[in-house]
Nanobody, 125 residues
Framework: QVQLVESGGGLVQAGGSLRLSCAAS????????MGWFRQAPGKDREFVTG????????YYATSVKGRFTISRDNTKNTVYLQMNSLKPEDTAVYYC??????????????????WGQGTQVTVSS
């Protein structure tokens, strides 16, 4: 089992920045690829970004490329999501998730086996 706990969400004005963190406990964190997803009201959960087990490869949805940055610190069992130039359409609940390494970068929620509880990000216009 891997337990994931997100933090860092909140309310920010358009153009602002937030940094989300996802702290993992349980099984060896570095055994997993990690991803961030988001879900807005009335919409499906969508892939935002992913990172390989050692941080060597990163993957981004087109909508966030150039604005968001994913990183991880395996010594702290934590994955981060730096969000810059936020837009109102980025408003959603953000979830971190863990997947087997062979699914690194997958944009399919079903490939991820562990999920956090989510953190709300609201971007005002």
């Amino acid at each position: 089992q891997v337990q994931l706990v997100e933090s860092g969400g909140g309310l920010v004005q358009a153009g602002g920045s937030l940094r989300l963190s996802c702290a993992a406990s349980g099984r060896t964190f570095s055994n997993y690829a990690m991803g961030w997803f988001r879900q807005a009201p009335g919409k499906d959960r969508e892939f935002v970004t992913g990172i390989s087990w050692n941080g060597g490869r990163t993957y981004y949805a087109t909508s966030v490329k150039g604005r968001f940055t994913i990183s991880r610190d395996n010594t702290k069992n934590t994955v981060y999501l730096q969000m810059n130039s936020l837009k109102p359409e980025d408003t959603a609940v953000y979830y971190c998730a863990a997947a087997p390494t062979y699914y690194s970068g997958s944009d399919q929620p079903g490939k991820y086996v562990y999920w956090g509880q989510g953190t709300q990000v609201t971007v005002s216009s």
